[in-house]
């Protein structure tokens, strides 16, 4: 902070320099910088001394009292230099350095302060808005990474659960702690990653719900045996995979289908695939949009708890469709 | 309201969905269920034999949408009513409220279900037509539909050589014969325009099944499609179309 407030009067005091060709330069830039020194630093030391006063102001108010503060210390200053002037003024190498004539002196430099001070009062006052608008931006990001459930899988769990509530009010109280434990899952907060056997339980808990609605069109095969259970994986990462491939591969299907879900450990990477079969296509259907947004959110999510060491890759093949998730073990 | 009876067809792919409305339509006083069925070839079949006064109708289900079975049945002469049911399909709800569909949301609620029961008009087979327009994943149909007396005979859109226009009808050329269709051939064109192109006024044919295009002496060109002896002739206005697409495939 002190380094700034150097740089900052230094940089005005070559400025004022440059602009005056006529003098000996060397001289003068020291002259001006000693001057401006001075001004920079006190101010700096009451801004710092008055910061806390002036923290309760509004944005204008405190801007108008930093402003007043600024115009006053520079006045201090003018004077106090002038007083030096007079008081030695005897020895002539140092009154040349220093100002005598008053009035024109004050004028100048109050008009000068106004100046730099709302300058920079602007320069503060934008980054403070463009870090504050980073900060929210950052904020809804992550809110929006957050791995949201399908609006479709709620309504169809819902109408689920009113079925069951009837013919079997068990399996119906079963669903609806099942659908709690995920909806709480999807409000965590997304800085916490989970266990893997915490993700994993999600997972098959999802599976529950859509196995009560599916039947036996849905058949999913765990090989995870392998996987360290306490590494630490970004929340809903298998879970919204498992989504994918019953939304897009068993759904779709009439007769069902299989989808396998493994994962091993290589090299210091955890490695999950989950796959499941393709509907041959028909003419005229296009391949969702909704998949590749789903695919998107993962990665980003990856990417900001990794950097660039997580990874997702798909590979499509004419009837069966995997992704495979890659990132860093830690525990 | 017992004077007149409702009768339901109800069509959903999951077994929770189509058991609470069918205890919800039971339950109603003067409506009855007058099948259950879980895809849209077997309503297309039901619907000839029951004789359901209105269907309730899934729109997501493997095999064929139900906006893909509401169509079909618009060539019925009869058609039944129809009331779409949907969890969450935002495509196809868009639609519906611009052509004041009935549709209900599951889950559904009693109330709102005897209410669209009531009021489902038919709907006539222009509107029918409409619904597929404008949702994407719904687009084109996977079949078209027959009808031979009450029932609707189904014919995939792969198996299709071509369309035919005469007089009146449009026949249907495919794997297993020629049957007559109650559309027109303008209207299949843009709806089967990525696989099909006109080789003369009244013929749109199938790219798929084009075999080669041939030179008839000086006369012009046909086309020669695999599994058909007789040549379909080109005319001239559609030659350089037809190439480009022939090309492009």
């Known amino acids: 902070m002190v380094f700034a407030v150097v740089l900052i009067a230094e940089l005005v005091a070559l400025t004022l320099t440059l602009a005056r060709p006529d003098t000996a330069f060397l001289t003068e830039l020291a002259r001006i910088s000693m001057f401006l020194q001075w001004l920079g630093l006190t101010s700096a030391a009451l801004l710092c001394y008055s910061r806390r006063w002036l923290a309760r102001l509004t944005v204008a108010q405190s801007s108008s009292a930093a402003f007043a503060l600024l115009l006053a210390n520079t006045a201090v200053i003018s004077l106090l230099a002038l007083w030096l002037g007079t008081a030695f003024g005897a020895d002539g190498r140092v009154a040349a350095a220093l100002p005598s004539e008053h009035w024109p002196f004050l004028l100048r430099n109050a008009g000068i302060c106004v100046i730099v001070t709302a300058l920079l009062l602007r320069y503060f006052f934008v980054t403070h808005q463009w870090q504050k608008h980073l900060r929210a931006e950052a904020h809804s990001r992550i809110q929006a990474l957050q791995a949201r459930i399908r609006p479709h899988f709620l309504f169809n769990s819902l109408n689920t659960i009113a079925a069951l509530t009837r013919s079997d009010p068990q399996r119906a109280e079963e669903a609806v702690e099942d659908l709690a434990d995920l909806f709480r899952a999807t409000l965590r907060d997304s800085h ?138 830690s525990e | 309201m017992n004077a007149v009876a409702l009768n339901a067809l109800i069509v959903d792919d999951e077994l929770p969905a189509r058991e609470r409305l069918q205890r919800l339509v039971a339950e109603l006083p003067g409506c009855s269920v007058a099948g259950v069925c879980s895809n849209g070839a077997d309503a297309l079949a039901l619907v000839g034999k029951l004789k359901p006064t209105v269907v309730l109708l899934d729109i997501r289900m493997p095999g064929m949408t139900g906006i893909e079975v509401a169509r079909h049945l618009g060539a019925l002469e009869n058609p039944p009513a129809i009331v779409f049911t949907t969890a969450y399909d935002e495509y196809a709800l868009q639609a519906f409220e611009s052509q004041a569909v009935g549709y209900l949301l599951k889950p559904v609620r009693r109330e709102r279900l005897e209410q669209a029961l009531k009021h489902a008009s038919r709907l006539s087979s222009p509107q029918l037509l409409k619904l597929g327009t404008p949702a994407e994943p719904l687009a084109a149909r996977q079949h078209v539909a027959v009808r031979l007396r009450d029932e609707l005979k189904l014919i995939p859109v792969k198996e299709i050589r071509y369309f035919r226009a005469d007089q009146k009808y449009v026949t249907v050329r495919h794997a297993r014969g020629e049957d007559l269709l109650d559309e027109s051939l303008k209207q299949l064109e843009e709806e089967f325009a990525r696989d099909f192109v006109r080789a003369h006024r009244s013929v749109l044919v199938a790219i798929a099944h084009v075999e080669a295009l041939e030179r008839l002496g000086d006369e012009g060109y046909a086309l020669r499609l695999r599994g058909e002896t007789e040549p379909l002739v080109v005319s001239r206005r559609q030659l350089a179309e037809l190439r480009k697409r022939l090309a492009s495939h």
Do not use: C
């Open chain 1, 192 to 329: 916490s990653p989970l266990r893997l056997k915490e993700e994993l339980e999600l997972t098959r808990i999802y599976q529950r719900i859509e196995a009560l609605r599916l039947g036996d069109r849905l058949h999913v095969t765990w090989d995870v045996g392998q996987l360290p259970m306490r590494a630490f994986v970004p929340g809903l990462t298998v879970q919204p995979l498992l989504e994918n491939a019953i939304y897009h591969g068993i759904e779709p299907l009439e007769g069902g289908g299989t989808v396998t879900v493994s994962g091993r450990v290589a090299g210091g990477e955890i490695e999950i695939v989950v796959s499941n079969p393709v509907a041959p296509k028909n003419p005229g259907t296009e391949e969702r949009v909704g998949n590749r947004l789903a695919l998107d959110n993962i990665r980003q999510r990856l990417d900001l708890a990794y950097g660039g060491r997580g990874s997702l890759t798909v590979l499509q093949e004419p009837d069966r469709y995997s992704v495979t998730l890659r990132f860093p073990y």
